[in-house]
């Protein structure tokens, strides 16, 4: 039957796909979902969390997103979440109720430790903050109310390698949940779910996404019961994400492998080398050997990614922002895992509350890029020589 011009609008024409076969990810939009038959509609929620029911819970591409993530985690199931932060508060919105309390390391993303004071301690639920380096003595800060330890390593700022095993083993043996915050390591690097933890969480928006304009985080697991009450977090406070963010991240995933070994070969490097600039009080790198935590590093990942930290000698601090303006290759800025290398000055003393932050001087916290390594270190021993105490020889 021939429709009239208004009905042919909106009906999409069929096409052939026969001898079609692309390599590209296909992407799929959808906010409604059409069903073959009454029955099929009434039966939706039948289809479980894995089914399709409404775009907001999943298309096909954020389906594959997270089939690739779980090969990738060794995880049976996976979520996507609009940011890494998001990943991390909805999975402690899934965990934990008032009166319970979670663990987080002294070295948390900052907004971690935003979120546990300013919206989950109003709301009845505590933490406690751990130091990194604490290792199976974790066992002593558990109480009866603790239902999730929170692990990062490296430290993203500080980079300490914790004994993460150490920490699976103790919390399985009391029943306590683990979840760790791989975006350093990312799946290729540390596979967190292989040594214990219960929850893998990547930070999509840095070297799964790889390109500085896209937000996205995961959650991987292995259990069915927790990967259901995740999603049903998800569904009741209306969590989802844009299929084309997650075709994105499924290209940069493409890349990751050799964007990771290129990057941390350079930022391996660049470590040993800056140890001997005046301007230097210490080089903050799992795979220097007197970073806390090396030999955990040693066991545990299997390479080292761009990010690292450099600790300044204190009298550089009144030269920094002049130096740091002065940077050609660099730009300034705070998050990473992009294809341009970013530089940002930090201070930890002040984000430090149970372990003090031994150095005194001011950080520059460093994401190498992809950019030819050469340009690279001249910006960077430029800088640093700028910054050069006055007196110091070399
Ligand atoms: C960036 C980052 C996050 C948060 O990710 P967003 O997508 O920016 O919300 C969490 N943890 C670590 C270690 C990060 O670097």
Redesign the pocket.
């Known amino acids: 039957m021939m429709m009239k011009d208004l009905t042919q609008v909106v009906h999409h024409p069929q096409v052939n796909e026969q001898g079609f076969a692309s390599l590209a990810v296909p992407v799929y939009r959808a906010s409604t979902i059409i069903f073959d038959s009454a029955q099929a509609y009434a039966d939706r929620k039948d289809r479980g969390p894995d089914g399709y029911s409404y775009g907001l819970h999943g298309t096909p591409t954020t389906k594959m997103l997270e089939a690739q993530l779980s090969a990738l985690e060794r995880a049976d199931h996976s979520v996507i979440l609009p940011?890494?932060?998001?990943a991390?508060a909805i999975l402690f919105l899934t965990i934990l109720k008032a009166g319970d309390d979670v663990l987080i390391p002294d070295n948390v993303?900052p907004?971690?430790r935003g979120f546990c004071q300013d919206y989950l301690a109003p709301r009845g639920i505590g933490h406690r903050i751990y130091d990194p380096m604490i290792g199976a003595g974790i066992g002593d800060l558990i109480g009866p109310a603790t239902r999730l330890i929170w692990t990062?390593s490296p430290g993203?700022t500080s980079m300490e390698v914790g004994d993460l095993p150490a920490i699976a083993e103790v919390a399985r043996a009391r029943s306590v949940l683990t979840g760790c915050?791989n975006?350093?390591a990312t799946p290729l690097l540390f596979k967190p779910l292989n040594i214990g933890m219960d929850f893998a969480m990547e930070?999509?928006?840095?070297y799964v996404g790889g390109h500085s304009d896209l937000?996205?985080?995961s959650l991987s697991l292995r259990d069915r019961a927790w990967y259901e009450r995740i999603r049903s977090t998800m569904r009741m406070l209306g969590i989802g994400v844009s299929p084309e963010d997650c075709a994105l991240a499924l290209r940069g995933i493409e890349t990751m492998g050799v964007r990771i070994s290129h990057i941390g070969g350079i930022s391996t490097d660049f470590a040993h080398r800056l140890q001997s600039m005046p301007a230097v009080a210490k080089i903050l790198h799992p795979a220097l050997s007197d970073c806390p935590g090396h030999d955990h590093w040693k066991r545990d990942f299997s390479g080292a990614s761009g990010v690292f930290s450099v600790v300044l000698a204190p009298d550089c601090d009144g030269a920094l922002d002049q130096a740091l303006g002065a940077l050609h290759v660099f730009a300034i800025g705070a998050?990473?895992g992009g294809s341009r290398s970013l530089i940002a000055p930090m201070s930890l003393a002040q984000a430090r509350t149970v372990t003090p932050w031994p150095h005194v001087g001011r950080l520059l916290r460093i994401s190498i890029g992809l950019e030819d390594p050469a340009d690279l270190w001249d910006d960077l021993s430029r800088l640093l020589t700028a910054l050069t105490p006055v007196g110091a020889d070399g």
């Open positions: 940011s890494g932060q998001a991390i993303y907004a971690v990062e993203s915050d975006t350093w930070a999509l928006t840095k937000l996205l985080g998050s990473w």
